[in-house]
C-alpha cells in the first residue's frame, strides 16, 4: 500500500508536470517521434508492398522482411544506430524507422494479393483501367490488411522509443532509466504505467481504425454476426 | 559519442578478433544465458497456453477474456512490463521470465485455438463415429492434427522471446544482450556486432530446427503451407 501511495505521490508533484523532464513534454516526445517515424516507415514501405502485391512479384522478398525483421534485436538496432550517427535523437529516429518497415511492407504486400483475380475480371470487364483497378478495387480490399500492418508497426515503434532513452533521447523511457539507475522505483514505476497506457491506447485505436477500413461489402453481414452471437449462447453444440 | 571504448584505440572498427578469441569464455556464458532465458520462457509459456488454449477453444465464452488479457500483456512494452515487476521481484532472473513468458502467450495460445479450429469437420464426425470419447478423440485426433500450427506459434514465440531476451540486460539478466549493452555503454562495436551476430543466428537456428521437427513428428502435412 505505501508503495502505491509513493507512486501516487509522485504522479501528484508538481515539479513532476512542468519544464523539460515533466511528463507533458516526455509524452510529446514520445508521441512526436513515433509519429514521425512511423509516417517515414509507412511512407517507404507502403509503396514496396503495394507494388510488390500489385505486380504479384517478390512475394518472398516481401515475406521475409518480417522475419528477418523479428529476429533483428531492437535493442540491437538502436546500438547500431548510435555507433553510425552518434547518441541523440537521430540514431531513435533510424532505429524506429528501420523496425517500423517490414510489418507494413507485409501486410501491404499480402493485402494486394488478397484480391482475388475474378474480382479483376470483373473491374476490367467493367471497363475499369489500370490505375482505376489499383485505386477503386485493389487498394480498398487491401486497406484493412494495410492499417494492421500500420498497427504492428506502430505498437512496435512506441514500445521501442522507450528504449531509445538509453541512447540519451528523451520521451517516456526517460522515467523508466533513471528511475532504474537511481533506484528510484516510484518513478521506474510511473513511466512504466505511462508507457503502458500509451501503448494500449494506440493499440485499440488503431484497431477501431482497421475496423472502420474495412470496406461495408467486406464486413461480415448482419446475419453471420448474428450466426456468431448464437453459437456464443448455443456453444458446444457440436457446431464444428 | 560516449566515452572511447578502449584506450588508445583512436579508431574503433566493426569487429575486432584479437577481443573475441581473448573472450571466448564470456561470449559462450552470454550465448548459454541467451538460450536457457529463451527455453524456460518458451517452455512455461506452451505449459500456460496449451490449457487456456484449450479452455478457449472448448468454452467460446472464455475465448474474449483470454484473448483480451493476453493481448494488453503482448502490447505492453517489455522495459515497462518487467518495470512493473521489479519493486516486487527486484533485479532477477524471476523478473525476466515472467515478462519473457508473458509475451509467448497470446502467439502461442492463438495458433493453439486456430489450429484445433481448423480440424475439418467430417474428420471430427468420423472419429466420433468410431467411437472416440471425448479426451481420447482431443488427444488422438483433434491435438495430432493442430500440431503444425501450433508448431508454427511456438516458432514465432521463439524468435520473438530470443529478440526480447537482449532487453532483459537492462534489468542485469540479458545474455546475448548484455555484450549489446557493454557495446553501447563503452562505445566499442565488437561486442555490440557479435552479440547481434549470434542473437539473429540464434533465431534462425531455432526457427529452422522447429520447422523441421514439425516435418519430421507430423509427415502428413509436409507440402502444405502452415502460417
Given at each position: 500500500?505505501?508503495?502505491?501511495?509513493q507512486?501516487?505521490q509522485?504522479?501528484?508533484?508538481?515539479a513532476h508536470w512542468?519544464?523539460?523532464?515533466?511528463?507533458?513534454h516526455?509524452l510529446?516526445?514520445?508521441?512526436?517521434?513515433?509519429?514521425i517515424?512511423?509516417?517515414?516507415?509507412?511512407?517507404?514501405?507502403?509503396p514496396?508492398?503495394?507494388?510488390?502485391?500489385?505486380v504479384?512479384r517478390?512475394g518472398?522478398?516481401?515475406i521475409?522482411?518480417?522475419?528477418?525483421?523479428?529476429?533483428?534485436?531492437?535493442?540491437?538496432l538502436?546500438?547500431?544506430?548510435?555507433?553510425?550517427?552518434?547518441?541523440?535523437?537521430?540514431?531513435a529516429?533510424i532505429?524506429?524507422?528501420?523496425?517500423?518497415?517490414?510489418?507494413?511492407v507485409?501486410?501491404s504486400?499480402?493485402g494486394?494479393?488478397e484480391?482475388?483475380?475474378?474480382?479483376l475480371?470483373?473491374a476490367?470487364?467493367?471497363?475499369?483501367r489500370?490505375?482505376?483497378?489499383?485505386?477503386?478495387?485493389?487498394?480498398p480490399?487491401?486497406?484493412p490488411?494495410?492499417m494492421a500492418?500500420?498497427?504492428?508497426s506502430?505498437?512496435n515503434i512506441v514500445?521501442t522509443?522507450?528504449?531509445?532513452?538509453?541512447v540519451?533521447?528523451?520521451?517516456?523511457?526517460?522515467?523508466?532509466?533513471?528511475g532504474?539507475?537511481?533506484q528510484d522505483?516510484?518513478m521506474?514505476?510511473?513511466?512504466?504505467?505511462?508507457v503502458?497506457?500509451?501503448?494500449l491506447?494506440?493499440?485499440?485505436?488503431?484497431?477501431?481504425?482497421?475496423r472502420?477500413?474495412?470496406?461495408?461489402?467486406?464486413r461480415?453481414s448482419?446475419?453471420?454476426?448474428?450466426?456468431?452471437?448464437?453459437?456464443?449462447i448455443?456453444?458446444?453444440?457440436?457446431?464444428? | 559519442?560516449?566515452?572511447?571504448?578502449?584506450v588508445g584505440v583512436?579508431?574503433?572498427?566493426?569487429?575486432r578478433?584479437?577481443w573475441?578469441?581473448?573472450?571466448?569464455?564470456?561470449i559462450?556464458?552470454?550465448?548459454?544465458?541467451?538460450i536457457?532465458l529463451?527455453?524456460i520462457?518458451?517452455g512455461?509459456?506452451v505449459?500456460?497456453?496449451?490449457?487456456?488454449?484449450?479452455l478457449?477453444w472448448r468454452?467460446?465464452?472464455?475465448r474474449?477474456?483470454?484473448?483480451?488479457?493476453t493481448?494488453?500483456l503482448y502490447?505492453?512494452?517489455?522495459?515497462?512490463?518487467?518495470?512493473?515487476?521489479?519493486?516486487?521481484?527486484?533485479?532477477?532472473v524471476?523478473?525476466?521470465?515472467?515478462?519473457?513468458?508473458s509475451?509467448?502467450l497470446?502467439?502461442?495460445?492463438r495458433?493453439?485455438v486456430?489450429?484445433?479450429?481448423s480440424?475439418?469437420a467430417?474428420?471430427?464426425?468420423?472419429?466420433r463415429?468410431?467411437?472416440?470419447r471425448?479426451?481420447?478423440?482431443l488427444?488422438q485426433?483433434?491435438?495430432?492434427?493442430?500440431v503444425?500450427?501450433?508448431i508454427?506459434?511456438?516458432?514465432?514465440?521463439?524468435?520473438?522471446?530470443?529478440?526480447?531476451?537482449?532487453?532483459?540486460?537492462?534489468?542485469?539478466?540479458g545474455?546475448?544482450?548484455?555484450?549489446?549493452?557493454?557495446g553501447l555503454?563503452?562505445d566499442?562495436?565488437?561486442?555490440?556486432?557479435?552479440?547481434?551476430?549470434?542473437?539473429?543466428?540464434?533465431?534462425?537456428?531455432?526457427?529452422v530446427?522447429?520447422?523441421?521437427?514439425?516435418?519430421?513428428?507430423?509427415?502428413w502435412?509436409?507440402?502444405?503451407a502452415?502460417i
Amino acid at each position: 500500500m505505501t508503495f502505491i501511495g509513493q507512486v501516487l505521490q509522485w504522479f501528484l508533484d508538481g515539479a513532476h508536470w512542468q519544464g523539460d523532464g515533466g511528463i507533458p513534454h516526455r509524452l510529446s516526445e514520445h508521441i512526436a517521434m513515433s509519429g514521425i517515424s512511423l509516417l517515414a516507415a509507412a511512407v517507404i514501405a507502403l509503396p514496396i508492398g503495394i507494388i510488390l502485391g500489385h505486380v504479384g512479384r517478390g512475394g518472398n522478398l516481401a515475406i521475409n522482411i518480417s522475419n528477418v525483421g523479428r529476429a533483428v534485436p531492437s535493442f540491437a538496432l538502436l546500438v547500431i544506430a548510435v555507433e553510425l550517427v552518434g547518441i541523440g535523437a537521430v540514431p531513435a529516429f533510424i532505429a524506429l524507422v528501420a523496425l517500423g518497415i517490414p510489418p507494413i511492407v507485409t501486410n501491404s504486400y499480402i493485402g494486394m494479393r488478397e484480391v482475388d483475380a475474378d474480382v479483376l475480371e470483373a473491374a476490367r470487364g467493367m471497363g475499369m483501367r489500370g490505375r482505376m483497378v489499383l485505386s477503386r478495387v485493389e487498394l480498398p480490399i487491401a486497406l484493412p490488411f494495410i492499417m494492421a500492418g500500420i498497427r504492428t508497426s506502430a505498437v512496435n515503434i512506441v514500445a521501442t522509443a522507450t528504449l531509445a532513452a538509453l541512447v540519451a533521447w528523451g520521451g517516456l523511457g526517460r522515467f523508466i532509466v533513471d528511475g532504474l539507475g537511481q533506484q528510484d522505483y516510484p518513478m521506474l514505476y510511473a513511466g512504466a504505467i505511462l508507457v503502458a497506457i500509451l501503448s494500449l491506447i494506440v493499440e485499440f485505436t488503431l484497431a477501431g481504425v482497421q475496423r472502420m477500413a474495412t470496406p461495408a461489402g467486406l464486413r461480415p453481414s448482419k446475419a453471420i454476426q448474428k450466426e456468431e452471437r448464437g453459437s456464443l449462447i448455443r456453444r458446444n453444440s457440436g457446431r464444428r | 559519442m560516449l566515452a572511447t571504448g578502449v584506450v588508445g584505440v583512436a579508431e574503433d572498427p566493426w569487429i575486432r578478433w584479437d577481443w573475441i578469441s581473448r573472450h571466448l569464455d564470456v561470449i559462450g556464458a552470454a550465448l548459454i544465458q541467451h538460450i536457457e532465458l529463451t527455453v524456460i520462457a518458451v517452455g512455461l509459456g506452451v505449459l500456460i497456453a496449451v490449457p487456456l488454449g484449450l479452455l478457449a477453444w472448448r468454452r467460446r465464452l472464455f475465448r474474449g477474456p483470454v484473448f483480451s488479457l493476453t493481448g494488453i500483456l503482448y502490447t505492453i512494452p517489455s522495459l515497462a512490463l518487467f518495470s512493473f515487476l521489479i519493486p516486487f521481484t527486484g533485479l532477477t532472473v524471476l523478473t525476466a521470465e515472467i515478462g519473457l513468458v508473458s509475451y509467448t502467450l497470446l502467439i502461442l495460445i492463438r495458433n493453439i485455438v486456430i489450429g484445433l479450429d481448423s480440424v475439418p469437420a467430417e474428420v471430427r464426425e468420423a472419429a466420433r463415429g468410431m467411437g472416440y470419447r471425448r479426451l481420447n478423440q482431443l488427444a488422438q485426433v483433434d491435438f495430432p492434427l493442430a500440431v503444425p500450427a501450433i508448431i508454427a506459434g511456438i516458432r514465432i514465440a521463439a524468435v520473438t522471446t530470443i529478440g526480447l531476451v537482449t532487453v532483459t540486460a537492462l534489468i542485469g539478466e540479458g545474455g546475448l544482450g548484455s555484450l549489446i549493452l557493454d557495446g553501447l555503454i563503452r562505445d566499442f562495436k565488437t561486442p555490440l556486432v557479435v552479440g547481434t551476430v549470434l542473437s539473429v543466428g540464434l533465431a534462425v537456428v531455432a526457427d529452422v530446427s522447429l520447422a523441421s521437427l514439425q516435418r519430421v513428428i507430423t509427415p502428413w502435412s509436409r507440402g502444405r503451407a502452415v502460417i
